[in-house]
């Protein structure tokens, strides 16, 4: 099946430097993705949709500033968490739906942990 | 604003024993729901889905039913087996599940042979 590879799985790192992670599709084409984050014993909670060839939609109360995403590619896009401070500390997982309007498919990374200290 | 509600966990139960989730949402409109699994080092993958109201979703065993009238999306199997330790999330969808999706918790689940 489709798959959609997560990079890196875990990531520790100092507080004040900045995470790039990436959401790729490895066998289809995205010109959507869905960037997720969620706090323990919390929900996913949406924090922006990236779109190729366009600047992000971020949900309320998210910082594109803080936030940067990019979708590079029909295949990739990355989210850069700039001068990550502790309270950044979660679960980031992305999503893919296939270009061409197929219903009811999604295809999700296997997520990123990050640990700012 | 559109919600999931999802029993906590977490489940512990024996192989062969019944399973319920539950989950009720709430939304605007008329939503499409969605059960999701992911398997420990993996990314979530749809169970079954369900886009209108009295639809139901199955599979692997698992089966679920979009009960408008009490607005509820409740994940069943009869049999569970150890392969079913999982994280379960209960989802919808305002569109047709590649728009946004609107999570609930989730709840891990773990049975013992």
């Known amino acids: 099946g489709a798959v959609v590879s997560q990079h890196p799985s875990r990531v520790i790192c100092k507080s004040g430097t900045s995470v790039k992670i990436e959401c790729r599709s490895l066998d289809f084409q995205a010109t959507t993705m869905f960037w997720y984050r969620q706090f323990p014993k919390q929900s996913l909670m949406l924090m922006a949709t990236?779109?190729?060839?366009?600047?992000?939609?971020?949900e309320q109360g998210v910082e594109k500033d803080k936030f940067l995403i990019n979708h590079a590619s029909l295949t990739l896009s990355t989210l850069t968490v700039t001068s990550a401070h502790p309270e950044d500390s979660s679960f980031y997982i992305c999503?893919?739906?296939?270009?061409?309007?197929?219903?009811?498919?999604?295809?999700f990374g296997a997520g990123t942990r990050l640990s700012v200290l | 604003g559109d919600s999931v509600t999802q029993m906590e966990g977490p489940v512990t139960l024996s192989e062969e024993a019944f399973l319920t989730i539950n989950c009720t949402y709430t939304?605007?409109?008329?939503?499409?729901l969605f059960w999701y699994v992911q398997y420990p080092g993996e990314g979530l993958q749809l169970l079954l889905k369900a886009t209108k109201a009295d639809d139901k979703g199955s599979n692997k065993g698992f089966e679920a039913t979009y009960r408008k009238e009490t607005t509820s999306f409740h994940l069943e199997k009869g049999s569970v087996q150890v392969s079913d330790s999982a994280v379960y999330f209960c989802a919808l969808s305002m569109g047709f599940g590649n728009e946004k999706l609107t999570f609930g918790t989730g709840t891990r689940l773990t049975i013992i042979p």
């Open positions: 990236s779109n190729e060839g366009s600047k992000a939609t971020y």
């Open positions: 939304a605007t409109g008329y939503p499409s």
């Open positions: 999503s893919a739906p296939p270009s061409g309007g197929v219903r009811n498919i999604q295809y």
